[in-house]
């Protein structure tokens, strides 16, 4: 399959998260909102782990594209990572308190990647994983912005912006890990494992921020929660395909051709007014 990819663009964002005053911010459902919430702590220490996983491999890549591409990467990761610690802060004073899991996630990776001294085939491997997963959890959120219907205006700003991003560069650690590595059967192990890291990290802090706000979600919220993930057009039950996808000998992120869904951002949902130009990369 031949897909001509697009550019990757690191755009400088600077969402001012003036209108999420709400601590129940998506349709005042508590349920909802530190789903959001654990997503969005996970980002910052997430992001410059996966920005530290390419560089591991940097100078082995030979080709001139991938190495414009790897710049692209860090510099969309890196702002990604800003303007969510911007919104862990504003959370946090609603009493969702992101910075705290944050803070304890780096402490994490820290610990077990780093000083763990993980192996780097393993770091960049997860780093596919991670990537793969949201990669189609924002193809489906563009492809279905009505998802977040009820969500708070300046967090679904970020999220869709985070998403189109997401698209952009989706095949970098892959190809990265493919030119160095090649060793696809091991990616397809990892993802697995990631995917169940990721789905008990997420439950788990949801748990932590629910507790924390002392809030208990009635049935309504419970139910409402559960379409969210498993309706028609679920987060999870909207993805299965895609991401069974990964399994396939010879899959390439590109298998998926979504370019359509950067120009729909770019008609729809891009704020112009809050776009301070070109990041730097690295």
């Known amino acids: 399959m031949s897909v001509i990819t697009p550019e990757i663009q690191p ?3 600077a969402i001012p998260f003036d209108s999420l005053t709400q601590r129940f911010f998506f349709l005042d459902n508590p349920l ?5 919430g654990a997503l969005s702590s996970t980002f910052p220490p997430g992001e410059a782990e996966f920005i530290a996983s390419v560089r591991l491999y940097r100078d082995k890549v030979t080709s001139p594209e991938l190495q414009e591409q790897i710049r692209g990467f860090i510099g969309q990761e ?20 992101a910075v705290r899991l944050e803070k304890s996630l780096e402490r994490e990776i820290k610990r077990r990647l780093h000083e763990g001294k993980a192996k780097p085939k393993f770091r960049l491997a997860l780093t596919v994983g991670m990537e793969h997963l949201t990669a189609i959890l924002a193809e489906h959120v563009l492809t279905n912005p009505e998802i977040f219907d009820g969500l708070d205006d300046s967090v679904k700003e970020l999220l869709y912006w985070h998403a189109v991003e997401e698209i952009e560069h989706k095949a970098v650690a892959f190809d990265v890990f493919m030119s160095t590595e090649g060793d696809q059967a091991y990616l397809r192990r990892v993802l697995r494992f990631a995917t ?6 997420i439950s788990l802090y949801m748990v932590a921020l629910l507790w924390w706000s002392k809030k208990r979600p009635t049935w309504r919220d419970i139910k409402e929660f559960y379409k969210f993930l498993f309706g028609k057009k679920g987060m999870i039950s909207g993805v299965r395909s895609n ?7 010879g899959f390439h992120p590109w298998d998926h051709e979504n370019t359509d ?5 770019k008609k729809e949902f891009y704020r112009e007014e809050h776009d301070q130009g070109r990041e730097k990369t690295a």
């Open 196 to 201: 169940l890291m990721f789905s008990v990290r």
């Open 11 to 13: 755009r400088r964002m």
């Open 261 to 265: 869904l950067i120009e729909r951002w």
């Open 243 to 249: 991401y069974k996808d990964f399994f396939k000998a």
């Open 78 to 97: 890196g702002h990604h990572s800003h303007q969510h610690k911007r919104a862990n802060e504003v959370l946090r004073d609603l009493g969702i308190d």
């Open 32 to 36: 909802l909102s530190v789903f959001v």
